[in-house]
Structure formats: structure tokens, C-alpha cells
């Protein structure tokens, strides 16, 4: 490299220096491509104090220097000409009307293995349904934008992924559009009731009042999906029922959008009753962790053995989430990641204790 050039690509990632001298020394440096934005969009598309340019520039380790009308980037060049698409796709859906956050361009560049593909899908993705305050639901990573897809056009849809990832509640919001359209005529809710540490018999209250704990989480995220009250006049309708999977036993549900959620709790033969509770015109979401089972010590979990024996049925869908699909507070997927790694250490660690035995 010549002394009077400089290496953009490999410049250490979040050092503040970095724009100032791209900023100073562009007389001299070509940018690797760059972007027209009209004086109107730079606003809305560089966020408060430049923040979402920060982050492009932090997680695809180029620098971004507004100048005129255009934004020049400087760097490698496949992750410029990704950047370059990336602020592209954000300058279509301000021109739609929807301002990305920071948060929507975070989740956008964590969908792949290096942040380094079109993100068009998960930042153009149309809502699927608007919460009781008018806030659009919408997926947030292409992996999401697959299981939404998934949801609506399949009659079974299988999910599974670590927490934060969107499982249950884009199956709600899908559910809750369903209902609204007219689609299904009620929405049935169900989780497994299984004991981790502290036994039924021991909490206050009679049976219903025991399993509420275990199905406030459905509860929350219809309250925030359609609000508290409406949620209360559908339930006593009969619109939404929330039930535990031991009260599924026996019935055949027609027109309903059915979830059940934390499948990686359920037996192979409660999956099976469950899976044949499907009536004439029902949809069905199944979701879990699979990394999360509270099952006892050997007993097989339901949600993998079905996994097993549906895949490759027709009218079935199986979408897997990531540690990317993650759109909690980003410390949730680092602490995933590190969970992760500790497994495989400790995996490794008894597989190589067997072989020494």
C-alpha cells in the first residue's frame, strides 16, 4: 500500500477518529461508492446525533462522510456496496412513510453470519397487524419475515429458536390478524403445565387459579397485541381461550387459530393429541426452545420427536430462529451467544471424559 493511501477495511472498528479523517483527507481518497439522498430524507435516514450511521458504519466496519447530496462510503468494497444497499433500502421505506429506527437497522444487519446481505425484506416488511395502540407489528430480521410468510400461507407452522426471538408473539399478532380478517373465528392458546421445582399442590388457589402463572406470558402478549379490555370481553365470549394442554384432551377445534407454546415441554404423545385437535378450517403455530426442555432427565421431548416425523409432510413449515433473530436488548443475544459457546464447552469437555473412561 502506497504511504499516501489509506486502509479503510482495516482500520480498527469503533475508533471516533475514523470520520474525522475521512472527512479531512477526501481530496485525496476516491470513495468506494456512494448514495444520493434528497436534503428532506438525510434527517430521517442518519437518526438522532447520526446514530444509525454509526452503527453501519461500527458493524460493517466502513466509514460514511455526508457530502452535498450524497453519502460517500469508504472501505472494502463488498461491505461498502452492502452498506450502500443497506442505506438504499432505508431511503425506500422513508419514502413509504416508515422511518427506520435504530433498533429495525440493528436487527437488519445481525440476520446473516457477517452482516453482509440485502436486508431489504426484514426493513420493507408490511405489518401484520396494528396493536390496540396503532402501532404496527412487523418482522424485524429475515428469519422473522420467513415465519410470518410461513403463518400465513401454511396450516401448520412449527417454530423454534432461543428467547427473544419473536416465537409466540408474531404467532399472536398472525393470529390476532386472522381473527380480525375474518379468517378464523377464535383463537385457541395453549401451553403444557410442567412442575420445575415446585409442585402444583403447593400454590394457592384451585386448579385454574394453580396454571394462571404458567399462562400469564399468553395473556401479556394478547394485552399488547389488542389491549387489556378487549382482551377480557373476547376471553368471556368465548372469542379467546387460553387453556392448559391437559384440557385439550378430546376435542376437535374447527375455524380457530391454535398456538402452543413451549412445545419443548410437551411428551410425543401430548404433541400427537394436540396435533389432532386441528378441525376443518384451523391453523396451528407450534413453538419452542428446544435448548430449554423442563422434561425430567430422559424423557423425550415432544416438539424434537415431531420435528422428526413432520418435516417433510406437505402443509407442514418449520422455521428455525437464531441467535440473530434476537430483538430483545442486545445483551440478551450476547448472553445467548456466551450460554451457547459455555454448552459446547462443557459438551466437548464430557465427550472427551467418556473417551477417556
Do not use: W
Not at 385457541?188 to 402444583?200: K, Y
Amino acid at each position: 500500500m502506497g504511504s499516501g493511501s489509506i486502509d479503510y477495511a482495516h482500520t480498527p472498528r469503533h475508533d471516533a477518529n475514523r470520520r474525522r479523517s475521512a472527512t479531512s483527507q477526501q481530496s485525496t481518497r476516491r470513495p468506494t461508492t456512494s448514495v444520493n439522498v434528497a436534503g428532506y430524507e438525510l434527517s430521517s435516514l442518519v437518526g438522532e446525533r447520526d446514530a444509525n450511521l454509526r452503527l453501519i458504519e461500527n458493524e460493517l466496519d466502513v466509514v460514511i462522510v455526508p457530502r452535498d447530496d450524497r453519502l460517500q462510503i469508504y472501505g472494502d468494497e463488498g461491505r461498502a456496496e452492502t452498506a450502500a444497499r443497506l442505506l438504499d433500502t432505508c431511503l425506500e421505506a422513508i419514502r413509504e412513510g416508515r422511518i427506520p429506527t435504530r433498533q429495525d437497522i440493528s436487527c437488519a444487519l445481525r440476520s446473516s453470519d457477517d452482516g453482509c446481505v440485502d436486508a431489504t425484506e426484514a426493513l420493507l416488511a408490511e405489518s401484520i397487524i396494528l396493536t390496540h395502540r396503532g402501532k404496527p407489528i412487523r418482522p424485524k430480521t429475515s428469519g422473522q419475515a420467513e415465519y410470518v410468510r410461513a403463518l400465513r400461507n401454511e396450516d401448520l407452522t412449527f417454530c423454534i429458536g432461543p428467547a427473544g426471538t419473536g416465537k409466540t408473539f408474531l404467532a399472536m399478532a398472525a393470529a390476532a390478524a386472522a381473527l380480525k380478517a375474518g379468517e378464523v373465528n377464535r383463537l385457541v392458546l395453549s401451553r403444557p403445565i410442567v412442575e420445575a421445582g415446585e409442585s402444583l399442590g403447593f400454590l394457592p388457589g384451585d386448579m385454574l387459579d394453580k396454571v394462571d402463572p404458567y399462562l400469564r406470558p399468553l395473556y401479556d402478549a394478547l394485552h399488547d397485541i389488542i389491549g387489556t379490555d378487549r382482551t377480557r370481553r373476547l376471553t368471556e365470549h368465548g372469542t379467546i381461550e387460553v387453556v392448559p394442554l391437559a384440557y385439550m384432551r378430546g376435542r376437535t377445534i374447527n375455524d380457530a387459530f391454535m398456538i402452543l407454546d413451549e412445545a419443548q415441554n410437551c411428551s410425543p404423545a401430548q404433541m400427537k393429541m394436540f396435533l389432532t385437535r386441528m378441525g376443518f378450517g384451523s391453523r396451528m403455530a407450534i413453538t419452542g426452545d428446544i435448548t430449554q426442555s423442563d422434561l425430567p432427565n430422559g424423557q423425550p421431548s415432544g416438539l424434537q420427536h415431531a420435528l422428526e416425523v413432520l418435516e417433510s409432510v406437505p402443509g407442514v413449515a418449520v422455521s428455525r430462529l437464531t441467535q440473530r433473530d434476537i430483538v430483545r436488548h442486545d445483551l440478551v443475544q450476547r448472553i445467548v451467544r456466551a450460554y451457547a459457546v459455555a454448552e459446547e464447552r462443557e459438551s466437548r469437555g464430557a465427550g472427551v471424559e467418556d473417551a477417556q473412561a
